[in-house]
């Protein structure tokens, strides 16, 4: 059992900055990818960034590419997603996705753990 939490949502302006964290806990969290997906209202769930246990590997949403930086800290086990120059199209629920296999993690297989998650709201 692998239980996530994420914070450092809310409210900013369009061309400001967030950074959300994940903190997860359980047996495995010293070896598991990792990675944010984001869901507005009336739209399905995307995959944003993912990060492989190590931090070697990252990937990304070509929408967010050159704007988002995912990384983690193994001694602290804490996954961190920084936002920059937000549009109001990046406005949604963040969630935090973890999984031993990262490409489970990008493909949002059932065997992945999810964060109850974390409103991002970007005002035009």
């Known amino acids: 059992q692998v239980q996530l939490e994420e914070s450092g949502g809310g409210l900013v302006q369009t061309g400001g900055s967030l950074r959300l964290s994940c903190a997860p806990s359980?047996?495995?969290?010293?070896?598991?990818?990792m990675g944010w997906f984001r869901q507005a209202p009336e739209k399905e769930r995307e995959f944003i960034a993912a990060?492989?246990?190590?931090?070697?590997?990252?990937y990304y949403a070509d929408s967010v590419k050159g704007r988002f930086v995912i990384s983690r800290d193994s001694g602290k086990n804490t996954v961190r997603l920084q936002m920059n120059s937000l549009e109001p199209e990046d406005t949604g629920v963040y969630y935090c996705a973890a999984d031993p296999s990262i490409g489970a993690v990008r493909t949002a297989r059932d065997t992945v753990y999810w964060g109850k998650g974390t409103l991002v709201t970007v005002s035009s």
């Open positions: 990060i492989n246990w190590s931090g070697s590997l990252t």
């Open positions: 359980g047996r495995t969290v010293g070896t598991l990818a």
